[in-house]
């Protein structure tokens, strides 16, 4: 079909120049000296209406007041040029990114754009990457403060078309990274090709970011509280979590949407007492397929501001354990809500790994270390924060308490018993202030607290900085 | 002869130009508010009538978004959460699903941020 001229366009203004002097010939026979000037004060009545600046002067001469009419209608038309057509909005602008110069889509005829896009664009810098970045400063009871540039993340996307899309994310880590010495990292942590094919099913391949919990996939720093991210969701659920593999990914309707993947297997051999599963990803090193894992998650976004989602991971882990095999399996159930100034978040997540009894023998003979890997392993947390200021403020003040609970050692395999100091509670309290949504000045106090009578928990003092862009 | 015809050229722009209202200016059928948040729109699934005026009031609740329909050329920011709105209005002149998504990135979850308008 034939688009329709949009208004604004050379087209849509010759348009309204015929229809004005068709409409003139029939004005100019009809209408009398007396009727024509009561009708010029209509129209100036009409044009104070369009614009309340403009003032009608009947006392003056007819030629004056068509020239200040005249004038008004001048710069009434180009107003509405550069309102109805903005300059291309944002960087950098495709091809059809300018409503002036679009004849609209096939079904959808554009009409117009208003509102503060204007000043969101052009009140910032854009570059052709996004990222984020992480600055803390950590003091643990009894040690002083140590700086860390924790992350340096970019992050590359690419469209190829509108339904083959590329995605990336390169992180250094501490800053530094020098061979065979223990220092940063420099990790790819996405890496994926989406094959958008229906709202419903897509598909995505390459390294991916496992669907577990809430902060894996959302790990932008102004995206949570805190200074680190929640012990439960680093601990029980690896972080950042990713793995090589495939899936598929859909929005079901009604607020429902999915991911499930198959992705390269947890290497048990690297399952330790303290933090259960997590040193097991593989995060696409060396990693195996050959028993692939399967993950998926369901979530439920269908009221605004309220995210419900579950996750369910299972897979074989002994790819460098000869002889043991065993099966992790980890399911999780999370949850966030904003209600005017509050916000509301929890999760909870257990594990289970089969045969530990088997593998932390077979550890034993491999390392001489007895890693006492629990068979179950249980974690939650539940975080209110509340918007000190008024939403309406630009700036964001962000009180928040968060109380963690977290035992790698939950049940132990015959013949193993749990390791008080590892049966875990925290509360984390602290601040979060947002000058702008994006960047994120953070301070916290971290009250730790274990189970043993010998190993005390170290409390912790925290600052960071994060930003995205 | 000429101020007549000034006379009537002006007149009859005037008109012209409130007659040309009609979509930018006159109350659109429906106005449907969009909230943007990483990942996902909400509503992501919008179901119009054939030949509707429609106001699309786009929002975030996080950092700032794009908001692109490929098929009717339209592309906009959406600021951030706390700094504004946009309004995007648009006829459905044909049936069919049309696509929308987020045109900014926005984290790993960028691409699958995405919507359908469906015109029946």
């Known amino acids: 079909m034939q688009a329709a001229p949009v208004p604004g366009t050379p087209v849509k203004r010759l348009s309204r120049i015929i229809l004005a002097l068709a409409l003139s010939l029939s004005i100019g026979q009809a209408q009398n000296p007396t009727e024509l000037e009561k009708r010029l004060a ?57 409503l002036a110069s ?63 899309k590329f995605w990336s994310e390169l992180e250094l880590e501490h800053s530094l990274v020098e061979g065979g010495e223990e220092s940063g990292e420099v990790a790819l942590e996405q890496a994926y090709l989406d094959f958008l094919i229906t709202p419903k099913f897509n598909l995505r391949a390459g390294m991916l970011l496992t669907p577990v919990g809430i902060i894996n996939e959302r790990h932008e720093p102004p995206a949570f509280n805190g200074v680190e991210r929640p012990f439960v969701e680093s601990i029980i659920i690896p972080t950042t979590w990713r793995e090589l593999g495939f899936g598929f990914t859909g929005d079901l309707g009604k607020g429902f949407r999915y991911r ?41 976004a269908g009221v605004r501001r309220l995210t419900l989602g579950t996750s369910l991971y299972t897979g074989l882990a002994g790819y460098n354990t000869p002889g ?23 999760l909870f997540a257990n594990s289970w790994v089969s045969k530990a009894g088997a593998l932390n023998q077979r550890l034993r003979q491999q390392t001489g270390v007895n890693p006492n890997v629990a068979s179950q392993m249980r974690g939650y947390y539940v975080e209110p924060a509340f918007h000190l200021l008024p939403r309406r403020f630009r700036h964001d003040v962000i009180a928040f308490t968060r109380y963690e609970r977290y035992n790698t050692q939950q049940a132990m395999p015959v013949g193993y018993l749990p390791l008080p100091q590892f049966n875990r509670s925290s509360w984390v309290t602290g601040l979060t202030y947002k000058p702008v949504p994006d960047v994120a000045l953070k301070f916290d106090y971290v009250f730790n607290r274990n189970q043993s009578s010998v190993v005390n928990a170290l409390n912790g003092l925290n600052l960071g900085v994060g930003w995205w862009f | 002869m000429v101020v007549l015809m000034r006379y009537f050229l002006t007149l009859a722009a005037a008109c012209g130009l409130l007659l ?9 059928d429906r106005v449907i508010s969009i909230s943007a948040e990483r990942f996902t729109f909400n509503p992501s699934k919008v179901t119009l009538k054939q030949g509707e005026l429609v106001e699309f009031v ?16 339209i592309e906009v920011a959406i600021p951030p959460q706390g700094r504004g709105e946009v309004r995007v209005r648009f006829i459905a002149k044909e049936k069919g699903k049309f696509m929308f998504e987020c045109s900014r990135p926005c984290g790993a979850g960028h691409n699958l941020m995405r919507g359908t308008i469906e015109v029946k």
């Open chain 1, 102 to 164: 679009t004849q609209g889509g096939p079904g959808l005829q554009p009409v117009s754009v208003s509102g503060d896009f204007q000043k969101a664009v052009d009140s910032e810098t854009r570059l052709p990457v996004a990222g984020y970045m992480d600055f803390h400063v950590n003091k643990e009871s009894g040690d002083s403060f140590r700086p860390d540039f924790h992350r340096f993340v970019l992050l590359f996307g690419h469209s190829f078309s509108d339904r083959i």
């Open chain 1, 42 to 98: 209509d129209l100036e009545r009409k044009m104070k209406m369009l614009d309340p600046s403009f003032l009608p002067a009947p006392e003056l001469a007819i030629i004056q007041r068509l020239d200040a009419l005249e004038a008004r209608l001048d710069n009434a038309l180009s107003a509405r040029s550069s309102v109805v057509a903005p300059a291309a909005p944002l960087p950098p602008p495709p091809p059809s990114a300018n």
């Open chain 2, 20 to 28: 040309a209202q009609s979509d930018a200016e006159r109350k659109p």
């Open chain 1, 324 to 346: 043991i095999n065993p099966r992790v399996t980890i399911v999780n159930f999370d949850g966030r809500y904003s209600y005017r100034r509050l916000d509301l978040r929890g």
């Open chain 2, 58 to 73: 786009l929002t975030s609740d996080d950092t700032d978004h794009g908001f692109r329909i490929p098929s009717a050329g």
């Open chain 1, 260 to 300: 499930t993947y198959l992705t390269s297997a947890l290497d048990a051999s690297r399952f330790n007492a303290e933090f259960g599963i997590a040193e097991g990803k593989s995060s696409g090193f060396d990693s195996s397929m050959r028993n692939p894992a399967a993950v998926a998650r369901l979530e439920y």
